[in-house]
């Protein structure tokens, strides 16, 4: 498993590589959150598990970089896709 964080506006990305089950690629996974004030919590705003439908990439590197420009395009693009 491989993981990259990354800042976009108010959100933070989270980005995950994981091996497939049958060790035949990787997957990507991410999980957006709306960052909150200093004292608030930060809030869970986009999750999906299995990008592109389980899709496997060749490298985790190729996984990371999938996960994070999905999410980016879920913020600036699909707003309303966004939970908060």
Not at 35 to 47: D, H, I, L, M, N
Not at 60 to 72: C, H, P, V
Request: overall charge neutral.
């Amino acid at each position: 498993m491989k993981f990259d964080e990354r800042d976009e506006g108010p959100y933070r990305i989270y980005a995950g590589a994981i091996e497939a089950p049958q060790g035949d690629g990787w997957l990507a996974a991410v999980v957006v959150s709306r960052r909150g004030e200093p004292r608030q919590a930060s809030r869970e705003a986009y999750r999906d598990s299995r990008l592109a439908g389980g899709h496997r990439w060749p490298t985790a590197d190729d996984a990371l970089s999938y996960a994070i420009a999905t999410a980016r395009e879920v913020i600036r693009n699909a707003p309303a896709l966004l939970a908060c």
